[in-house]
């Protein structure tokens, strides 16, 4: 299993352009998330999807949109990238059941720089 | 107010001792969970260990104890028997509520660890 997969691994945007992320995992899980990372800070959450057709905002969901595109798929969406984005973005997935024991497992990360 | 504080930067522990990171949590719901995190250089998210509010014993996982103090709303990492590879970043999350669905995670903004040999 190849666990959550993330690609770009890096990608240099210049102020105004637009990309998206593409997160996809193997292990069957119904919710997924988007973190960004940024130094001296912890993770915080962007988007999340509990299950397939559902996406929600987290702490952080100003300039960025979301797809859940079917069960494995869930991508992130610079509309119109800029500096403040730039940042390392975290795909994660886990267990949606009831109860809290469910860890997130995460993928490798992109590193973002936007110019 | 921030639901997870993590007041260590950095930390020094000697290669074979056991080395205590700090983790205090602010929520009004009785139930939650707490994770901690090790993030090496290379950049990977690594789940070390679990502590619900409910549980009676402190979780352990091999060389990894969680220490919850749930009246003074901590929940420190211990690491026993240092070793050269656990010298990372760490990060404590917490969820809160136990409903079906997402699982959303509050993290600390980390301690790094550094071993010497």
């Known amino acids: 299993n190849a666990g959550v997969t993330q690609t770009p691994k890096f990608q240099v945007l210049k102020t105004g352009q637009s990309m998206t992320l593409q997160c996809a995992q193997d292990?069957?899980?119904?919710?997924m998330y988007w973190y960004r990372q940024d130094p001296g800070m912890g993770l915080r959450l962007i988007y999340y999807s509990a299950s397939e057709g559902t996406t929600d905002k987290g702490e952080v969901p100003n300039g960025y949109n979301v797809s859940r595109l079917n069960k494995r798929e869930f991508s992130l969406r610079l509309e119109s990238a800029a500096p403040s984005q730039t940042s390392v973005y975290f795909c994660a997935s886990s267990d949606g059941g009831w109860g809290f024991t469910y860890e997130q497992y995460f993928g490798p990360g992109t590193r973002l720089t936007v110019t | 107010a921030q639901k997870i504080t993590q007041t260590q930067p950095g930390m020094f522990v000697q290669e074979k001792e056991a080395v205590t990171l700090d983790c205090t949590y602010d929520t009004s719901d009785p139930s939650y969970g707490l994770f901690w995190y090790k993030q090496p250089s290379s950049g990977e998210m690594i789940f070390l260990i679990y502590q619900g509010s409910y549980d009676q014993q402190n979780a352990t996982e091999g060389r990894y104890s969680l220490n919850f103090q749930k009246a003074r709303k901590s929940a420190n990492l211990v690491i026993s028997a240092s070793q050269l590879g656990d010298s990372a970043m760490y990060f404590c999350?917490?969820?809160?509520?136990?409903?079906?669905?997402?699982?959303?995670?509050?993290f600390g903004t980390g301690t790094r660890l550094t071993v010497i040999p």
């Open positions: 999350a917490m969820r809160e509520g136990l409903g079906t669905g997402a699982n959303n995670l509050f």
């Open positions: 292990m069957n899980h119904n919710s």
